[in-house]
């Protein structure tokens, strides 16, 4: 049977999304569609070198003109796979035409929707009087094609699975990304504890660097792209925190096995995979207690789950870090529940149960 794995995203950096595209591909044999990629990138993640991706020689445009052109290419490629698995809305619309398919969401778009007040507020007030009518049609439109078009649904965690049975009044099947724990090792504690994400609202590492502000006898390494609006984070950071903009896998590797934990604060968090690589390193996590993370740290066995306060995450911090190799063998076998092994059982099941 021929697969394909349908997405809009570039490959112009390997993120999360990236690499469950590229996992997914390669658990089902399947080929990876998209608009256009970075070939260098895509042979940068190790574990699936050999994965087949088809260009369909059309760069996406910026937004909001990206939407509309990747709506309308993915409309009228011309494909012939036995079975399409979609990643997001754009390619998606790949699913007008009739075919076997598995809608595979990482979240319902949410400036749609659970994030829809806060986009606006931060827009400004001629700006929401285009945005606001515009995510609504947007809205309607999204409802609307899901409603018709597509038949089969999952998602990424139990967290999106709720967004979903929400916005579209539908269930869908959890199918959790995967960790590949081999890739991971222990390493003795060097002090530090690590956080990897881009610097963002989304992410609050404002809420990290306040709390490590306080705490001069921890030290915190940032890593991650700064946005636009957040320079002022890693130009004023006291010399116990440290930003680096990006480094390369190996590199990440070390820097987890060398940590005496992790932290991630992001908002809402659709699934979050760092916490588990984090965790396969035998290093414990605190987050705060919202969205994916709940699904992935167990509190008190693999770290702690805590309120979005510099408080909490200070107490949490200065316990975990009171003996953090305690948390090594429950990290490392929790991890296990997520490895890419089960992942790829788990995602061909689901498939064969699509299929005559």
């Known amino acids: 049977m021929r697969v394909a794995v349908l997405t809009s995203y570039e490959f112009s950096v390997l993120g999360g999304a990236e690499r469950l595209i590229l996992d997914l591909a390669r658990a089902l044999d399947a080929e990876v569609v998209v608009p256009?990629?970075?070939?260098?990138?895509?042979?940068?993640?190790?574990?699936?070198?050999?994965?087949?991706?088809?260009?369909l020689q059309s760069p996406l445009p910026g937004e909001p003109a990206r939407q509309i052109a990747g709506m309308h290419l993915f409309r009228r490629a011309s494909l012939e796979y036995d079975f399409y698995i979609c990643i997001d809305d754009i390619a998606a619309r790949a699913l007008v035409h009739p075919v076997p398919h598995l809608y595979y969401m990482l979240t319902p778009r949410r400036a749609l929707y659970d994030m829809y007040y806060p986009f606006i507020a931060q827009k400004s007030i001629p700006a929401r009087l285009v945005y606001a009518p515009a995510l609504s049609i947007a809205r309607y439109?999204?409802?609307?094609?899901?409603?018709?078009?597509?038949?089969?649904?999952?998602?990424?965690?139990?967290?999106?699975?709720?967004?979903?049975?929400?916005?579209?009044?539908?269930?869908?099947?959890?199918?959790?990304?995967?960790?590949?724990?081999d890739r991971f090792t222990w390493k003795p504690s060097e002090g530090y504890w690590l956080s990897l994400g881009?610097?963002?609202?989304?992410?609050?590492?404002?809420?990290?660097?306040?709390?490590?502000?306080e705490m001069p006898d921890k030290t915190l390494i940032v890593v991650g792209r700064v946005y636009p609006g957040f320079e002022h984070?890693?130009?004023?950071?006291?010399?116990?925190?440290?930003?680096?903009?990006?480094?390369?896998?190996?590199?990440?590797?070390?820097?987890?096995?060398?940590?005496?934990?992790?932290?991630?604060?992001?908002?809402?968090?659709?699934?979050g995979i760092t916490?588990?690589?984090?965790?396969?390193?035998?290093?414990?996590?605190?987050?705060v207690r919202e969205g994916g993370y709940q699904e992935t740290v167990v509190d008190g066995m693999c770290g702690r789950l805590v309120a979005p306060t510099t408080g909490a995450i200070q107490n949490a911090v200065r316990e975990v870090g009171q003996n953090p190799d305690s948390f090594r063998?429950?990290?490392?076998?929790?991890?296990?529940?997520f490895d890419y092994r089960e992942f790829s059982r788990q995602a061909r099941d689901l498939v064969d149960s699509l299929t005559p």
């Not at 881009?198 to 502000?213: G, H, I, P, T, Y």
């Not at 916490?275 to 987050?287: D, F, I, R, T």
């Not at 063998?329 to 529940?337: F, N, S, Y």
């Open 141 to 181: 439109s999204d409802r609307r094609f899901v409603s018709r078009y597509v038949k089969n649904l999952a998602c990424i965690s139990h967290t999106v699975r709720n967004r979903i049975q929400k916005v579209y009044l539908r269930d869908a099947s959890v199918l959790y990304p995967p960790v590949h724990t």
């Open 275 to 287: 916490p588990l690589e984090a965790m396969a390193s035998g290093k414990p996590v605190v987050a």
């Open 233 to 271: 984070l890693e130009k004023h950071a006291p010399p116990n925190i440290i930003f680096y903009h990006s480094r390369t896998e190996e590199e990440m590797i070390d820097l987890y096995s060398r940590c005496e934990g992790f932290l991630t604060t992001a908002i809402d968090e659709d699934f």
């Open 198 to 213: 881009r610097v963002d609202k989304w992410k609050r590492v404002d809420l990290q660097v306040k709390a490590f502000s």
């Open 329 to 337: 063998d429950e990290c490392r076998k929790r991890a296990t529940l």
């Open 36 to 55: 256009h990629y970075d070939e260098n990138i895509v042979a940068h993640y190790d574990p699936v070198r050999e994965i087949r991706v088809r260009s």
